[in-house]
């Protein structure tokens, strides 16, 4: 099994800036890949960007380009997502996802972590 614990939501103002953490745990090597997804009220769930745990190959959400970074540290088994630049319909719970080399076998998910861009 995999743990993913996030950490860094919060409330910021339009422009303003977060950095998210997510420390997985666990079963490390069953991990291909590592993310965060987000979930607006009403809205279904969608990825915001990913990073893949060898070559760090990352992949971003074209509402989210230029203005979040991804990046990893695997001697601390953690992933982090920088966010400038951010908007109101950033505001969301984001999810720290975990994504096995077994195609087969489901994702790994964290709690989750409020983001509110707020005036």
């Known amino acids: 099994q995999v743990q993913l614990v996030e950490s860094g939501g919060g409330l910021v103002q339009p422009g303003g800036s977060l950095r998210l953490s997510c420390a997985a745990s666990g079963s490390i090597f069953r991990i291909n890949a590592m993310g965060w997804y987000r979930q607006a009220p009403g809205k279904q769930r969608e990825r915001v960007a990913s990073?893949?745990?060898?070559?760090?190959?990352?992949n971003y959400a074209d509402s989210v380009k230029g203005r979040f970074t991804i990046s990893r540290d695997n001697a601390k088994n953690t992933v982090y997502l920088q966010m400038n630049s951010l908007k109101p319909e950033d505001t969301a719970v984001y999810y720290c996802n975990a994504k096995p080399i077994a195609t087969w076998a489901d994702d790994y998910w964290g709690q989750g972590t409020q983001v509110t861009v707020s005036s």
């Open positions: 990073i893949t745990r060898r070559s760090g190959d990352t």
